[in-house]
């Protein structure tokens, strides 16, 4: 089935450092949704991305979507404690089948 | 944006009683809700979708005759975590979202999980 890859795992960096999250996948995705959860919290929703190559931003974020469909990449430029969270990759057509997830720390 | 719902946020229960965990979509009509299963510093693992009307789809390896699911509206779909032991101990959690355009999936709402302890 489909299986959705991130690395790394876990990330600590210095308040003010840029941040960087990969997705890959084996297979073509027809999308990808990232979503970020707050310790204790539940996901919520920060993007989609559908088109080949897409690149969209929301304020120091900027999500891409690889040309082949099959990876993106999720970057926080200089990162505030506020980003501390795990960051979820996501795909798929009828069901939602999550990536394995960044757990992103922010060292004040 | 949309909500989802999801209750109890917590709860403990004995060893071999059986706990329901409810998930309501206030605001849209879910034919399809989604149950998750999380541990500690983990990602979500999907166990099954949930369809209003109809046997819920359980993934490979999630027993079904342990996790029962009821989607008997389409506002309200149920989880019943049966003869519940230690091991079921994790954090549960639903989502749904409103209808699919197409074949792209629109966002998921998460309801607020619900941390199960099993003593």
């Known amino acids: 089935g489909q299986q959705v890859m991130q690395i790394p795992q876990y990330q600590h960096v210095q308040e003010g450092e840029d941040f960087t999250t990969y997705c890959n996948s084996s297979?073509?995705?027809?999308?990808i949704q990232w979503y970020k959860q707050r310790p204790g919290g539940h996901p919520v929703f920060l993007i989609q991305l559908v088109k080949s190559g897409e690149v969209k931003k929301q304020k120091r974020l900027t999500f891409q979507f690889g040309e082949a469909k099959k990876n993106s990449s999720l970057h926080i430029t200089a990162t505030q404690t506020t980003d501390v969270g795990t960051y979820f990759c996501t795909s798929g057509t009828y069901k939602y089948i999550f990536g394995t997830g960044t757990r992103l720390k922010v060292l004040a | 944006g949309a909500v989802v719902s999801q209750h109890p946020s917590r709860v403990i229960c004995k060893s071999g009683t059986s706990v329901k965990i409810e998930c309501r979509s206030l605001?849209?009509?879910?034919?399809?809700m989604f149950w998750y299963r999380q541990f500690p510093k983990q990602s979500l693992m999907l166990m099954a979708t949930?369809?209003?009307?109809?046997?819920?789809?359980?993934e490979q390896g999630v027993e079904k005759d342990k996790f029962l699911i009821n989607h008997a509206s389409l506002t309200l779909s149920t989880l019943t975590v049966t003869s519940a032991h230690p091991e079921d101990s994790s954090f549960y959690i639903c989502?749904?979202?409103?209808?699919?355009?197409?074949?792209?999936?629109?966002?998921?709402?998460f309801g607020q999980g619900t941390r199960l302890t099993v003593v």
């Open positions: 949930s369809n209003e009307g109809s046997k819920a789809t359980y």
């Open positions: 989502s749904a979202s409103p209808p699919t355009q197409g074949e792209v999936n629109t966002e998921a709402f």
């Open positions: 297979t073509t995705l027809s999308n």
């Open positions: 605001d849209f009509q879910a034919t399809t």
